[in-house]
């Protein structure tokens, strides 16, 4: 009897012309469904598993010094600075000196014309001398009437009064007061005429602009051939320092910080001129008026009143620079932080430490929508403060968070000095959690 079973899949194949699969692919209707059921478990496993908790971000308990610095923003200024002007008016014929020039003590700096003045005083002079000229004549007549006055009075002693005249002797008498009047008024004539002609000379020195100081010119306000005119107020022609080796520091010292500056403390500051290195300084005085002194005048109006309660107040303190080497120039824009205190060696923790709270995760769901946060966050800050009563929380080995009470001293606003027996230096204090995800 014949064999009728059906051919194989590979006879099958190998009559129609068709490559063989491989056994992997014939296989594959059930490999690949048992492949996807796998990943779905470990997929379920691993978002199904148990929560590790929260990663905490520390920073290690120091033990240093803190040192407690003010810092403000000012600028550069000579230590004297002299502002040169004319007193009298006219046109510059001369100009002797240019910007950046060292300049001494009465060097000529500047000559405004004198014709007029000269002929002031040529004019002073001859009056002088008619003054003085008045005077020998007012004096010569003084003598002549003298002399008259004195033969009367011999003769009316030899005749027994019987002459001259008594009106004779009176008129002679009064010719002589006359005269000693006259010789007076001459001398006042003659001083009035002296002080006119001094006048005129001192005028005419002041044309000649001298350096009142030693030390080099900052500033030229004025041109050969211009115009100079001083009526009211002296027109300024130069701006001179007297000595750049040594520059003082002007900076704005904030209200609130204003008590801990005191004379003599040491300070660095820096300007841009010069990114990354630091100047010393020494604090010299703090003004006793704040920038708002002069703003209180009775004339002001209630509106601009108002307007000065929102201004920030600030006090002016001034700090003593050398510049032996020059670097430093007028004008020049300052950061300074001055070194008001220094704490001695103390425990230090980050401010971040003392605001964290076990809780403060879940209060951040509430999001920007939620005001309170905010009030939430000036509230703690309003309670740090020197002597306050405060916890943080340090991150044990296993994981688990610790509370210590410790009481808080001074800041510089960064890090803060805490006393507690329970901290030690090295422990880690929490200052915040990391982000969902973040490694």
Not at 275 to 286: D, K, L, Y
Not at 316 to 338: C, F, H, Q, W
Request: glycine share 8%; aromatic share 4%.
């Amino acid at each position: 009897m014949t064999d009728t079973s059906p051919m194989d899949a590979e006879s099958v194949e190998e009559f129609l012309g068709e490559k063989p699969r491989p056994k992997w692919r014939r296989w594959a209707k059930f490999w690949v469904p048992g492949l996807i059921l796998l990943l779905l478990v470990l997929a379920i496993a691993r978002c199904s598993g148990g929560d590790k908790g929260p990663q905490y971000i520390t920073q290690p308990v120091a033990e240093n010094s803190l040192n407690l610095t003010v810092t403000a923003t000012g600028n550069l200024r000579p230590t004297n600075q002299v502002q040169v002007g004319s007193e009298i008016s006219g046109r510059i014929d001369r100009i002797n000196v240019d910007v950046n020039d060292h300049v001494t003590r009465g060097e000529v700096l500047a000559q405004i014309n004198t014709d007029i003045i000269d002929d002031q005083i040529a004019q002073a002079r001859a009056n002088l001398f008619a003054a003085q000229a008045s005077v020998k004549q007012a004096q010569a007549t003084l003598t002549v009437d003298t002399a008259q006055l004195g033969r009367l009075e011999d003769v009316y002693k030899v005749s027994g009064g019987k002459v001259p005249s008594k009106t004779e002797l009176d008129a002679a008498r009064a010719n002589v007061a006359r005269d000693k009047a006259a010789v007076a008024s001459a001398h006042a004539n003659e001083m009035a005429a002296g002080a006119a002609l001094s006048s005129s000379q001192t005028t005419r020195a002041r044309a000649v602009i001298r350096s009142p100081v030693s030390g080099v010119v900052l500033a030229r306000k004025v041109e050969q051939g211009q115009t100079v005119a001083a009526s009211f107020n002296t027109p300024t022609l130069f701006v001179l320092a007297e000595d750049l080796s040594t520059m003082q520091l002007r900076v704005a010292i904030d209200e609130a910080d204003v008590g801990q500056i005191k004379p003599g403390q040491k300070a660095d500051f820096s300007v841009d001129a010069y990114p990354g290195r630091q100047f010393p300084a020494r604090v010299e005085r703090i003004d006793l008026a704040s920038n708002t002194t002069s703003d209180d005048t009775s004339a002001a109006s209630s509106a601009s009143s108002s307007a000065a309660s929102t201004t920030v107040v600030s006090y002016e303190a001034r700090l003593s620079v050398s510049n032996a080497d020059g670097l430093l120039r007028p004008g020049m824009t300052a950061t300074a932080t001055i070194a008001t205190e220094s704490t001695g060696k103390h425990l230090l923790v980050p401010n971040g430490a003392l605001r964290f709270k076990p809780d403060d995760k879940q209060k951040s769901k509430g999001g920007v929508l939620n005001p309170k946060i905010g009030l939430e966050l000036n509230d703690q800050k309003a309670g740090i403060g020197i002597g306050s009563e405060q916890q943080v929380q340090i991150l044990q080995k296993d994981g688990t968070l610790k509370a210590v009470k410790v009481v808080t001293g001074q800041s510089d606003g960064r890090l803060t000095v805490v006393s507690s027996p329970d901290l030690k230096a090295g422990m880690k204090v929490v200052t915040g959690v990391k982000a969902a995800g973040s490694d």
